[in-house]
T-cell receptor, first 115, second 113 residues
Framework: NAGVTQTPKFQVLKTGQSMTLQCAQD?????MYWYRQDPGMGLRLIYY???????DKGEVPNGYNVSRLNKREFSLRLESAAPSQTSVYFC??????????????FGSGTQLSVL | DQQVKQNSPSLSVQEGRISILNCDYT??????FLWYKKYPAEGPTFLIS?????DKNEDGRFTVFLNKSAKHLSLHIVPSQPGDSAVYFC????????????FGTGTRLQVTL
């Protein structure tokens, strides 16, 4: 998973607390993504940023906000955490969006538990 | 609405034998398909891909087959090795638009000695 760094690796929150998951890349790729992985559900896209300065909703955006801080960094914020947001979160990058270059490189994930 | 389906949650294969992982899709607009492998506590890593203009792509022990008429793709691993034990996700996309990769639910492969 070289090139995509996620912090923190583990986090436990109480319902209603807020937190920000950080993602940084050093591969100079244009597009960045946040996915969540739940048992039996596969990987589901929360938000993505096709290029610096743009963000768009994915399949499951409710309860989340994102910020593309610069080309390297893309953060995911939970304003008021809910138990349904207990999941493993992955940041991913790709050279470009929506082309055959859509090979994603993933970070190692953040295990989030909301009690 | 699961557009990409992996109907086998798990698969066990003996070392040296062939592993066949299957994936079905419903959206006929998908034109590019990928397989990712995921080890525990790691992010998924890209394994192999295939464009809809092909019906087969091979990379070492890994071969992906695409049957467009059946909307079905499969990943063959020959011979299977213990290090292949992982969760495998198939993914699909309609390229050239603002669409995003759609992932299947994953198949856990266990290669036994």
């Amino acid at each position: 998973n070289a090139g995509v760094t996620q912090t923190p690796k583990f986090q436990v929150l109480k319902t209603g607390q807020s937190m920000t998951l950080q993602c940084a890349q050093d591969m100079n790729h244009n597009s960045m993504y946040w996915y969540r992985q739940d048992p039996g559900m596969g990987l589901r896209l929360i938000y993505y940023s096709a290029s610096e300065g743009t963000t768009d909703k994915g399949e499951v955006p409710n309860g989340y906000n994102v910020s593309r801080l610069n080309k390297r960094e893309f953060s995911l914020r939970l304003e008021s955490a809910a138990p349904s947001q207990t999941s493993v979160y992955f940041c991913a990058i790709s050279r470009s969006h929506g082309t055959t270059n859509e090979k994603l490189f993933f970070g190692s994930g953040t295990q989030l538990s909301v009690l | 609405d699961q557009q990409v389906k992996q109907n086998s949650p798990s698969l066990s294969v003996q070392e040296g034998r062939i592993s066949i992982l299957n994936c079905d899709y419903t959206n006929s607009m998908f034109d590019y398909f990928l397989w990712y492998k995921k080890y525990p506590a790691e992010g998924p890593t890209f394994l192999i891909s295939i464009s809809s203009i092909k019906d087969k792509n091979e990379d070492g022990r890994f071969t992906v087959f695409l049957n467009k008429s059946a909307k079905h793709l499969s990943l063959h691993i020959v011979p299977s090795q213990p290090g292949d034990s992982a969760v495998y996700f198939c993914a699909a996309i309609f390229t050239g638009t603002a669409s995003k990769l759609t992932f299947g639910t994953g198949t856990r492969l266990q290669v036994t000695l």
